[in-house]
């Protein structure tokens, strides 16, 4: 599936915000890696993934991750 739009202020925001994280975190991209991967599964495997369907959004999951990556990184002290 594919999602084409233009003059989108919001996405262009958030793919910036998105970008700077992953910088923050390093190693590698894990952050964009770990979205991908996710994004896959609950497309392919778990069907949850689809905001035009009544499920979760692409938005909502990379806050959930974020939250997790936030939490790690609170109890490690880095």
Avoid: P
Avoid at 42 to 62: D, F, M, N, W
Wanted: hydrophobic residues 45%; proline residues 0%.
């Amino acid at each position: 599936m594919v999602d084409i739009s233009f003059n989108q202020l919001g996405g262009l925001c958030t793919l910036c915000f998105l970008e700077q994280v992953d910088r923050l975190i390093g190693k590698h991209h894990l952050f964009k890696r770990s979205i991908i991967l996710i994004k896959a599964w609950c497309y392919c495997e778990s069907r949850i993934l689809g905001a035009h369907h009544g499920l979760i959004s692409t938005y909502g999951l990379v806050t959930l991750v974020l939250f997790i990556y936030v939490s790690l990184f609170q109890v490690k002290g880095e």
